[in-house]
């Protein structure tokens, strides 16, 4: 039988068919991804092969597919070890918000550097924009100027207002789609005013820290009626970069790419280096001097917690 996995709690997987029936599974032996040191050898989005135990709805997964791609990220702030976000994703969603509570641009930056680097076209949601008031709704237009000059998809939008939703549907049909951020940000509720029938768990903003608190335990993937699949995805606090050559990190800036081979040196890391086309292209305006700080901040390996 094949199926997609939809869900993982750690030892069982739940896999549904192409009939759309879901079975729990678990794996055959001491059976272990090649080459791939994760703490989860299975994950959401993955294909797998897998045969009924006897006389159970139960199943045993024996095989994975090749992954056309998947997105990962510390599987704690001291860790060495990764753990596999998703699988085999069209796109990737990122829910912000600039208050109740702030995402910031560093985090958004990090996420954007990840999906590009994993192959993943990424869209930014700038959610709860009925709050954006007193001035931060220049703050949001300007953010997303920021954004969409550089060619990434920004919309905005509210569950109150309900501004963004039918533009948001559209973008989700017939893809399957991470969506991510951090813990308050307002994905379940977004994801209920979606699909209603979904009834995931919310919470309230804390008020002692002004900072979400988790409601998504596991990462699970929702069919909708409209024709698309989500994963939900527990709230990142901190998301850490992995596997990245300090060299290869300005590839991963959409608007740096034009200017990579035009320094003096192979080898420059545009820091402080002579005749270098990227400080160039900052000090001229053509890459922002907030998108730049981000870059300094992954080279350096500083942690990005807003």
Request: with cysteine; charged share 20%.
């Amino acid at each position: 039988m094949k199926g997609i996995v939809i869900k993982s709690t750690g030892s069982w997987y739940m896999v549904r068919t192409e009939t759309g029936a879901v079975h729990a599974c678990r794996l055959k032996g001491k059976f272990r991804l090649k080459g791939i040191k994760h703490t989860n050898p299975v994950t959401v989005g993955d294909k797998v092969d897998f045969e009924f135990e006897p006389e159970s709805e139960n199943g045993v997964i024996h095989a994975i597919d090749d992954r056309k791609n998947y997105i990962i990220r510390k599987a704690n702030n001291l860790s060495k070890q990764t753990h596999i976000i998703a699988s085999n994703l069209d796109q990737s969603l990122l829910i912000v918000t600039l208050a109740f509570p702030k995402t910031s641009l560093g985090f958004i930056d990090r996420f954007l550097v990840t999906s590009e680097a994993y192959h993943i076209p990424a869209i930014i949601v700038f959610n709860k924009t009925d709050l954006m008031t007193h001035g931060l709704e220049e703050v949001l237009d300007e953010t997303i100027e920021l954004y969409e000059r550089i060619g990434y998809i920004c919309i905005k939008t509210s569950t109150v207002t309900g501004q963004g939703i039918e533009e948001l549907k559209s973008l989700l049909k017939g893809k399957i789609s991470l969506l991510s951020g951090h813990s308050g940000v307002g994905k379940s509720t977004l994801m209920n005013h979606l699909e209603p029938g979904l009834n995931l768990k919310t919470t309230h903003i804390s008020n002692a820290s002004h900072k979400g608190q988790h409601t998504t335990t596991f990462a699970e993937m929702h069919p909708l009626s409209f024709g698309a699949d989500i994963i939900d995805t527990p709230g990142i606090r901190e998301f850490g970069l992995v596997d990245f050559d300090n060299a290869e990190v300005s590839h991963y800036f959409k608007e740096m790419q034009g200017y990579i081979g035009q320094c003096k040196f192979n080898n420059c890391k545009h820091l402080n280096e002579p005749e270098c086309a990227i400080q160039a292209a900052v000090a001229a305006g053509n890459i922002s001097e907030e998108r730049f700080g981000s870059y300094l901040s992954i080279i350096s390996n500083e942690d990005i917690y807003e």
